[in-house]
């Protein structure tokens, strides 16, 4: 009797510890994920990455009503707070891209970066 009891208790305690380890591996996960995305120092050239990758600018083009063609242009949609905006999918502005998916989380944090760093070219 003493025998089954103390395999429950170790049963119980062995599930206890994955579970706890589980949870903490994926939260040193998610904090690495985030810790891996480097917004110093954020240059219009990579903006412009950005936005070429996640395929803005076929759309937004010299024609388009919101252009993000050039320096100038990205510089303008980023100041009037458009560029954040959209990506970010905030109440108010035309969610871009205007599919229900944003695009990467560090792409996001990377242009917020940029504009608060003073838009550098």
Same mark, same amino acid.
């Given at each position: 009797?003493?025998?089954?009891?103390?395999?429950?208790?170790?049963?119980?305690?062995?599930?206890?510890?994955?579970?706890?380890?589980?949870?903490? $591996?994926?939260?040193? $996960? /998610?904090? /690495?994920?985030?810790?891996?995305?480097?917004?110093?120092? *954020?240059?219009?050239?990579?903006?412009?990455?950005?936005?070429?990758?996640?395929?803005?600018?076929?759309?937004?083009? =010299?024609?388009?009503?919101?252009?993000?063609?050039?320096?100038?242009?990205?510089?303008? %949609? %980023?100041?009037?707070?458009?560029?954040?905006? %959209? *990506?970010?999918?905030?109440?108010?502005?035309?969610?871009?891209?205007? $599919?229900? +998916?944003?695009?990467?989380?560090?792409?996001?944090? =990377?242009?917020? =970066?940029?504009?608060? +760093?003073?838009?550098?070219?």
């Amino acid at each position: 009797m003493k025998q089954t009891v103390f395999f429950i208790f170790l049963l119980f305690l062995t599930c206890i510890l994955s579970v706890h380890c589980k949870k903490d $591996s994926v939260e040193k $996960s /998610n904090q /690495n994920n985030t810790n891996s995305c480097d917004t110093t120092n *954020v240059t219009y050239a990579r903006i412009f990455s950005i936005l070429s990758n996640n395929s803005c600018t076929g759309c937004h083009g =010299a024609a388009s009503s919101v252009p993000l063609n050039n320096y100038e242009n990205v510089k303008a %949609a %980023a100041l009037s707070g458009r560029l954040v905006g %959209a *990506v970010e999918h905030l109440s108010g502005f035309t969610p871009m891209p205007n $599919s229900n +998916q944003k695009i990467p989380e560090c792409d996001r944090k =990377a242009i917020k =970066a940029w504009i608060n +760093q003073g838009t550098k070219n």
